[in-house]
Antibody, heavy 119, light 111 residues
Framework: QLQLQESGPGLVKPSETLSLTCSVS??????????WGWIRQPPGKGLEWIGS???????YYNPSLKSRATISVDTSRNQFSLKLSSVTAADTAVYYC???????????WGQGTLVSVSS | QSVLTQPPSVSGAPGQRVTISCTGSNFNIGAGYEVHWYQQLPGRAPKRIIYDNTNRPSGVPDRFSASKSGTSASLAITGLQAEDEADYYCQSYDSSLTGSVFGGGTKVTVL
């Protein structure tokens, strides 16, 4: 059974960089056909796709984040990460990592981790 | 404003049928991209309950069904149960944004 687990600081200061890691177990991040993505959910609001990355090369981002997001995949550690720069209070959210198959949606999700942006 | 539009809330009595609409455009649903649906129970991560427009993953009750037509899709819950009270989201791919898009979510209340 595939499992995903987010980790990282729960509190980030404004203007700094948010960094999260998603550890994948029970399967290989190098499997073909799957992308690895980040989705966030501000308190009391809906889901927002941040970006998705294939294990080799291809990464797509939500244009609304205006190049602040970077997703990278580490196949040696079977994990992928998110960096979001220049954060503000509007970036306070529960951040989820998930596996995406393009014609099947996000089939496995992490439990989510709350990141608050505050001084 | 979400790219995919859902009603904020729907409600029904136990045993009734409710439907949730998801309206997109010719850049996403209307372009033929698949629609997927997720259930999010309070305080939990979303769970996929429909994929590729109409398919249920193993373990999802058959009271959940979905359809797609033109630039819209819909999720139906028949025989509504108390445990179905949750937020529901549709999701697809958008070619103008080159990525995944979610609906704004619909809260289902069991009266």
């Amino acid at each position: 059974q595939l499992q995903l687990q987010e980790s990282g600081p729960g509190l980030v200061k404004p203007s700094e960089t948010l960094s999260l890691t998603c550890s994948v177990s029970g399967g290989s991040i190098s499997d073909d056909y799957y992308f690895w993505g980040w989705i966030r959910q501000p308190p009391g609001k809906g889901l927002e796709w941040i970006g998705s990355s294939y294990h080799v090369g291809t990464t797509y981002y939500n244009p609304s984040l205006k190049s602040r997001a970077t997703i990278s995949v580490d196949t040696s550690r079977n994990q992928f990460s998110l960096k979001l720069s220049s954060v503000t209070a509007a970036d306070t959210a529960v951040y989820y990592c998930a596996r995406l198959k393009t014609n099947s949606g996000f089939d496995y999700w992490g439990q989510g981790t709350l990141v608050s942006v505050s001084s | 404003q979400s790219v995919l539009t859902q009603p904020p809330s729907v409600s029904g009595a136990p045993g009734q049928r409710v439907t949730i609409s998801c309206t997109g455009s010719n850049f996403n649903i209307g372009a033929g991209y698949e629609v997927h649906w997720y259930q999010q129970l309070p305080g939990r991560a979303p769970k996929r309950i429909i994929y590729d427009n109409t398919n249920r993953p193993s373990g999802v009750p058959d009271r959940f069904s979905a359809s797609k037509s033109g630039t819209s899709a819909s999720l139906a819950i028949t025989g509504l149960q108390a445990e179905d009270e949750a937020d529901y989201y549709c999701q697809s791919y958008d070619s103008s944004l080159t990525g995944s898009v979610f609906g704004g979510g619909t809260k289902v209340t069991v009266l």
